[in-house]
């Protein structure tokens, strides 16, 4: 039988076939990625083969394949032995949830986030929550920053969880897909998801208090289907993805308005830095790109390891 993975405990699976029956699944064997050294090789998402086993009453399924991910996303684990985690796999979309104030966004956090879901190959979409709490300082800000990411081509939009603002809009962007909730502790990531669908209640919430005592969560996600046509991939205390590897060459590949320009830099291993006749440079100068975005390429390339950590966890 397919179907897809809901639930993983670390030694069990709970996965959905195809007819809507839920299995409890454990694995046979073992199970290796290519270059990836991970606690648990099967994530929330992944799509599985299981064969069904009956045993004094109970029905239970063994899974033997995995199917190709379209992506996924890892977390590393903090302690000495390296290992990364897979957190959650076939994810269709990610909505960021920014705020200008309580607590603030910042746009290196931003940008970081969308280096790195570039990199995974997910599609971001920008979400402006509480703005029936600003003041026109804090509106023009939404402003200035939905104009520097539509430019770049990421979908934007402003909506207020606790008035039900644009609610619907989000609503009809998950429709037929599965979307995940990113952003910092705080900007509304529950109450958003709450206001979508008021019977889900997301253990977001729980963990991350959890995590202020300093106490050591095992994260595991899990998979909803909710009461119209989408999915949900809760990532209990997950702020954002870790950038994993990534070489300063290939950072300009994630920014999409670097990348569109870089065919005119001069050297073609331009870092776009100290660099003469640089296109990404003479585009931040003409202001074609944005000087947020210019600073927030520095600073990846500068390979800041805590900024990386923070990514991950509040
Ligand atoms: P999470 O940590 O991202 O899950 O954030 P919560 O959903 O717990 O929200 C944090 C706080 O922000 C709560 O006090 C919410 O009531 C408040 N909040 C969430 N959305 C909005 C909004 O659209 N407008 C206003 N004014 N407050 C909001
Ligand atoms: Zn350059």
Known sequence: MTGIVYKSTGSWYLVKAEDGTFY???????????????????????????????????????????????NYIIRK??????????????IDQVFLLITIDNPPTFTSFIDRFLVTAEAYSITTVLVFNKIDSYQLEQRAEVLYLKDIYKKIGYQCIEVSATENTN????????????????????VGKSTLVN??????????????????????????AEMFDLSFEAKIIDTPGITG??????????????????????????????????????????????EEISPSRYRSYLQ??????????????E
């Open 24 to 70: 409890e699944c454990r694995i046979k064997g073992k199970f290796r990625m290519e270059g990836i050294k991970s606690t648990n090789p099967i994530a929330v998402g992944d799509v599985v083969d299981f064969e069904v086993e009956t045993n004094n009453d109970a029905t239970t399924g063994v899974i033997s394949v995995i199917h190709d991910r379209k």
């Open 77 to 90: 684990s903090v302690n000495l032995s390296k290992q990364t985690q897979i957190i959650a796999s076939n």
């Open 167 to 186: 609610v619907t809009a989000v609503k009809e962007l998950m429709l037929g897909k599965t979307s995940m909730f990113v952003g910092h502790s705080g």
């Open 195 to 220: 206001a979508i669908e008021p019977a889900l209640d997301l253990k977001t919430k729980e963990i991350s208090d959890q995590h202020k005592q300093g106490k050591h969560t095992t994260t595991f």
């Open 241 to 286: 993805f870790g950038v994993v590897d990534m070489e300063k060459e290939e950072v300009d590949d994630y920014f999409p308005e670097f990348f569109a320009v870089k065919n005119d830099c001069k050297f073609n291993n331009c870092l776009h830095v100290e660099e003469p006749k640089c296109a990404v440079k003479m585009a931040v100068e003409n």
């Open 300 to 313: 990846i390339i500068a390979g800041e390891e805590e900024h990386y950590r923070t990514d991950i966890w």
